[in-house]
Structures are given as structure tokens and as C-alpha cells.
């Protein structure tokens, strides 16, 4: 499995199909010339094909923001992980926060989901898991991430070439303009990689798993996560959506 750094951008809802586009295309001069890391960007379901077909001659991959747990079916308004390969998409987010909380994502929705994108070939499953102030504040934090990874993951088999990235994101951190202290982000990811370790063994996760931060990434805090040994990249959402911002985040993450 590649284990270059990683980086998604996570557009959620807050741009049009036409800025999508635009986006899309400001970002192909910037980002020409990176390389060894990898980088995705997550438009909204209406936007993937258009933004596919712009980055398809360049290294810039596509990720959904969700899937649902079935391939195919009477299922009204929902999309598979088969349809979004077919789409274009190499990665897909799961259990997002924000769907978790507005959409009600319970724990064996974002389990059966991870499970399907898992066994469809072609898409590797963006996991978030996190938690709110209050656990963190009251130090629950620990046994939160430890209980969200069981829940999503537990019973999980991981075979050769089989990849799937986790992504922590302290709930309280996303969209509020600060990112959490990049020691504190090293120490969770610390506690997800050992969790991950007593749950499927050191060695599928060193081959199979990336652990990356998201909440609140930009060009000015990206500097303090650099060379921490357990952040295998970023999920940016507000700093994704200005290519030039963007841009700036990847190079300072590439150096
Ligand atoms: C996110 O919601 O996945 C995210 C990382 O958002 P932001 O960077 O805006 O905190």
C-alpha cells in the first residue's frame, strides 16, 4: 500500500456545481508539480462527475463525502460505493460528524457502510471518528475514540492491499477556525494506532491503515503537524475551498 501523505479536501455543501467546477480547475495549475503526496478533493454528490472529468488527466483523485450500505436496490435518493467508483471516486468519507448529528448516522449505519466500501474494490473508506467538548473536557476522549473505532470497525477483515484511512476529527475543532495542538493531535492518533494494533495486530495495521487530522487545518497551523510520527495526513474542509489556500496547505505539508 502507498504510504505517501495524504490530503482531502472536504467541499461538504457549501459551494455550488458551477464553483465546484471552478474549483476544480483552479486547483490543476497550483498542485501540477507535487509530488509524493496524494490528494483528493470531496465535492457534493451533484458535482463528482463534472469534477471527475476536469482532474482526470491529473494526479488529483475524487472522494465522496458518503455512500450507503447497499449496492443497489429501492433505495430513493441514496448512492452505493459501486455507483461512485463508476463516478470516478477512489475514496469515500464515512460517518462524518456532521452526519452523524444531522442525519442521525448511528453507529451500525457507519459500521455497514465501512463494511461495503471495504469489499468494493476500487474505493477506500475515509472513517471519521472524534469527539465532542464535552468528552474531551471531561477526559472521556480515549475511551470514545477506542469505542468509535470498535463500533465502525470490530469485526473487520483486512486482506492483502485492503486500505483504509481513519480519520480523526475532535468535533469541537471542525469549522471553529483553531486547530486543536498538534501534541494532542499526536498523542490521539497515538491512542487510535494502539487501539487499531489490539484490535486487528501491528502488522495489518502497519500495512493496511492511514490515520489522518482533520478540524480546522490552514496554511498558518499545517506547519506544527508536520514530521509528527503518527499523522499520516490532512482532512481540510473551510481551507479546501480556495485553491490558492489550499494549495499553500499541501506544499507547506509537502516539504
Ligand atoms: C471537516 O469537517 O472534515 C473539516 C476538517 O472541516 P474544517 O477544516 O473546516 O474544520
Not at 30 to 42: D, F, S, T
Not at 194 to 216: A, H, P, R
Amino acid at each position: 500500500m502507498s504510504k505517501e501523505k495524504i490530503i482531502i479536501a472536504n467541499w461538504k455543501m457549501k459551494i455550488s456545481l458551477s464553483e465546484s467546477k471552478q474549483l476544480a480547475q483552479d486547483l490543476i495549475d497550483p498542485l501540477k508539480e507535487i509530488k509524493g503526496i496524494e490528494i483528493a478533493v470531496a465535492p457534493n454528490f451533484l458535482s463528482v462527475c463534472d469534477v471527475a472529468d476536469i482532474l482526470k488527466d491529473t494526479s488529483l483523485k475524487i472522494c465522496s463525502q458518503d455512500a450507503f450500505w447497499e449496492q443497489q436496490g429501492a433505495y430513493t435518493g441514496e448512492i452505493s460505493p459501486q455507483l461512485l467508483k463508476e463516478a470516478g471516486c477512489e475514496f469515500i468519507i464515512i460517518g462524518h460528524s456532521e452526519r452523524r448529528k444531522f442525519m442521525m448516522e448511528n453507529y451500525e449505519m457507519i459500521h455497514k457502510k465501512t463494511k461495503l466500501v471495504l469489499e468494493t474494490e476500487g474505493v477506500t473508506p475515509v472513517v471519521c471518528i472524534g469527539e465532542n467538548w464535552d468528552e474531551r473536557k471531561t477526559d472521556r476522549r480515549d475511551f470514545v475514540l477506542f469505542d468509535q473505532l470498535q463500533q465502525a470497525l470490530g469485526g473487520l477483515k483486512f486482506g492483502q492491499g485492503d486500505r483504509i484511512i481513519v480519520a480523526y476529527e475532535p468535533i469541537w475543532a471542525i469549522g471553529s477556525g483553531t486547530a486543536i495542538e498538534p501534541a494532542e493531535a499526536e498523542y490521539a492518533h497515538k491512542v487510535i494506532r494502539l487501539t487499531l494494533n489490539d484490535m486487528f495486530g501491528k502488522d495489518v495495521v502497519d500495512e493496511n491503515f492511514q490515520i489522518i487530522y482533520g478540524g480546522s487545518i490552514n496554511s498558518s497551523n499545517v506547519v506544527g503537524f508536520l514530521g509528527l510520527e503518527n499523522i499520516d495526513g490532512m482532512l481540510v474542509g473551510g481551507a479546501s475551498l480556495n485553491a490558492e489556500e489550499f494549495a499553500k496547505v499541501i506544499k507547506s505539508f509537502n516539504k
